[in-house]
């Protein structure tokens, strides 16, 4: 898996997780939605500590400054 979310990006996901969680912790939210919620915390977090996104990979976005580069790979040159 080659990274494909920038610093910026994931710093968003973490404070978005945060504040889930406390929305959750302090009771704001429960029953269905918060377990909905939860279960999105924990894609937030586990993303922005891997620093990839499947989503992003399937839509072809990369917020990284700097796209990784295609190693190992050719694109119809027949190689």
């Known amino acids: ?3 494909n979310m920038g610093l910026a990006d994931r710093l968003i996901r973490l404070a978005i997780a945060a ?3 406390a929305l959750i912790a ?3 939210v ?3 939605l918060a377990w909905v919620l939860v279960i999105v915390a924990v894609v ?3 993303t922005s ?5 499947g989503l992003y990979k399937v839509l072809g976005i990369c917020t ?3 796209r990784p580069s295609d190693t190992g790979q050719t ?5």
């Open 26 to 28: 302090s009771g704001t």
């Open 44 to 46: 937030l977090l586990g």
């Open 19 to 21: 504040v889930l969680g």
């Open 30 to 32: 429960q029953g269905t």
């Open 1 to 3: 898996m080659q990274k």
């Open 64 to 66: 990284l400054r700097e």
């Open 49 to 53: 500590a891997v620093g990839y996104c």
């Open 75 to 79: 694109h119809g040159t027949g190689a």
